[in-house]
């Protein structure tokens, strides 16, 4: 199966910065997706992410919040803006290879926010 | 929108014994059906999915099992290992979705 390699995999911020988290697939996907895993808890979408167009956002997330590009069909980044101590989460880029196919995910990037 | 249930929030068993993790779902368009497995420190690894053509599918020791009238599914594990010890996570997803709707996780806690 493919790679999904995500950057960085964890990092410690100071409040009222921003980071920014890499996802490189090793093959070509149909869907990226951002999701959010607060401690302890489910997987939360945040927003699909569209090669050359601005990302979708569910309810809740914005892009002045959470900046998504796609410049590519393998490369996604996600930066978290402005940060506070309530976004120290798990940061999860999931992909799909093929139409109606599965979701996988990569490892994770683990922010925590002082 | 879909609506996703899944019990037990834990699951402590002794290794050797088996394991269920039950589902429900809400939305009857639904027809697919991915459970995940997520290590500490680790992204979340499909396991198993079925889809709403069939009622089982099997895997070595895991199984899932779809209702679809009751709208339910579960997990069973058997012959359960230390290394089963994880999050799991069931989910829903409706025709040609990409987005699964996600269970609140099953921790399981395998005893040696």
New interface residues.
């Given amino acids: 199966s493919a790679v999904?390699s995500q950057k960085p995999s964890r990092d410690i911020c100071q409040r009222g910065t921003s980071l920014t988290i890499q996802c490189q697939v090793d093959s070509q996907v149909?869907?990226m997706?951002w999701y959010r895993q607060q401690p302890g808890?489910?997987?939360t979408?945040i927003a699909?992410a569209n090669q050359g167009s601005e990302a979708t956002y569910e309810s809740g997330f914005v892009i002045d919040k959470f900046p998504i590009s796609r410049p590519n069909l393998t490369f996604s980044t996600l930066t978290v803006s402005n940060m506070s101590p309530e976004d120290s989460s798990i940061y999860?880029c999931s992909v799909?290879f093929r139409v109606?196919?599965?979701?996988?995910?990569?490892?994770?990037s683990?922010l925590t926010v002082l | 929108g879909e609506n996703v249930e899944q019990h037990p929030s834990t699951l402590s068993v002794q290794e050797g014994d088996s394991a269920v993790i039950k589902c429900t779902y809400s939305d009857s368009a639904s027809n697919y059906f991915p459970w995940y497995k997520q290590e500490l420190g680790k992204g979340p690894q499909l396991i198993i999915d079925i889809r709403s053509n069939v009622g089982e599918k099997k895997d070595q020791r895991i199984a899932v099992t779809l209702n679809k009238t009751a709208k339910h599914f579960s997990l069973h594990i058997t012959e359960t290992q230390p290394e089963d010890s994880a999050v799991y996570f069931c989910a829903a997803a409706s025709g040609g979705s990409y987005i699964p709707t996600f269970g609140r996780g099953t921790s399981l806690i395998v005893h040696p």
């Fill in positions: 999904i149909t869907m997706f808890q489910s997987l979408l699909t999860l799909v109606a196919g599965e979701l996988f995910f990569g490892e994770g683990r």
